[in-house]
DNA sequence: ACGTTGACTCCTA
DNA sequence: CTAGGAGCCAACG
């Protein structure tokens, strides 16, 4: 149970939180919330969200290094992920990529430091 | 501790 | 574009 297990786990945190600050209409890379994050891996990431896929998280802003959605989003698949990147005003490059040019949510290490 | 799985990324052909 | 292989690391049984 669960009983909110919410539990800070480390990684889950971190990725979590790190999603959830992602303002609207940007996307993020695994690489790149990986690598922020200190993280090992990218596979990290998105083990990471496919575990908790809370919808508090906009996991659909999460995609991979060329913008292309992801194959196995859950809650609804590719066409549900691109559907909330549309709401999200997310310009698009093709179905399933979206313009890393234009939306690509470039992260800053030390904002205002 | 080990083996499998997985929302990744990189390489070659 | 597809197909196959390798590297990567955390969670689960």
Sequence with gaps: MKTNSQNNQPT????RDFVKSIPRGKVCTYGQVAS???LKSPRIVGWALRG???K???CHRV???EGTLSPSFSLGGREEQKKRLLI????FLSEFT???SK???QIKKNPQT
């Design 56 to 58: 508090n998280i906009p």
């Design 12 to 15: 889950f945190n971190k990725v």
């Design 63 to 65: 995609v991979q290094k």
């Design 88 to 91: 999200d005003d997310t310009p």
């Design 52 to 54: 908790n896929q809370d």
């Design 103 to 105: 939306a690509l949510y």
């Design 36 to 38: 922020h994050l200190g």
């Design 98 to 100: 979206v313009d890393l």
